[in-house]
Each structure stands twice: as structure tokens, then as C-alpha cells.
Nanobody, 122 residues
């Protein structure tokens, strides 16, 4: 199995940018479909972005489309989430996940990181 470790979260003001990293170990990150999810207090975990295993096709939640970009660096075995024009409603714990196919459902992914907190102040 793959082990995932997220980093890059923090406290920023609205309009700022952050880049989250998800470092994988154990197996090449390109072996998996990768995704980012987030969970705000009192809310369910929700899909943010995904990238397919081979072709690298990306998908985004409507709420982040045009502001967030998911990418993968196979040489560094890392997946990134570039977040621009952050809004207070983006505040959540962000999780990296690995699975066999990209879906928007958390239950479809078999490996998860511990999460990184992103807080956006207004």
C-alpha cells in the first residue's frame, strides 16, 4: 500500500494562495488515481479535485473550478493542489487520497493522509 503525507496548509487571508503537497511512499504515485478532499467542521468530507492514473485527466468540484489546480510530479512522487483566490468557505482540513479510479466518493479511495488544516480569514 501507499503512505500519504500532506503538508502546506496554514492561515491566510482571503484572496491569497497556498500550495498543498501530498508526498507518497511505498509505491509510485503514478500507480494510483489521486484526489484531494476536504472536511469543514460539522460537514461531510467533500471532493475537491482528482487526477487519473495514466492519462492525468483532472476533475474539479464546481466550487473550486478555475481557482484550484491539481498536478502530479512522478519524479518527486508527490501530488500538489495549488489553491488561488482563496475564500473563507475554503476553510477545512484537506486530505490526499489514493485509489484505483477517480471518483468523487470518499469511500472509493483506499489510502488517506492525515490531513492538513487550511484556514482562510475574511
Amino acid at each position: 500500500q501507499v503512505q500519504l503525507v500532506e503538508s502546506g496548509g496554514g492561515l491566510v487571508q482571503a484572496g491569497a494562495s497556498l500550495r498543498l503537497s501530498c508526498a507518497a511512499s511505498g509505491r509510485p504515485v503514478g500507480t494510483y488515481a489521486m484526489a484531494w478532499f476536504r472536511q469543514a467542521p460539522g460537514k461531510e468530507r467533500e471532493f475537491v479535485a482528482s487526477i487519473t492514473r495514466i492519462s492525468g485527466i483532472v476533475d474539479y468540484a464546481d466550487s473550486v473550478k478555475g481557482r484550484f489546480t491539481i498536478s502530479r510530479d512522478n519524479g518527486k512522487n508527490t501530488v500538489y493542489l495549488q489553491m488561488n483566490s482563496l475564500k473563507p468557505e475554503d476553510t477545512a482540513v484537506y486530505y490526499c487520497a489514493a485509489g484505483w479510479a477517480t471518483t468523487t466518493l470518499p469511500g472509493s479511495y483506499h489510502s488517506w493522509g492525515q490531513g492538513t488544516q487550511v484556514t482562510v480569514s475574511s
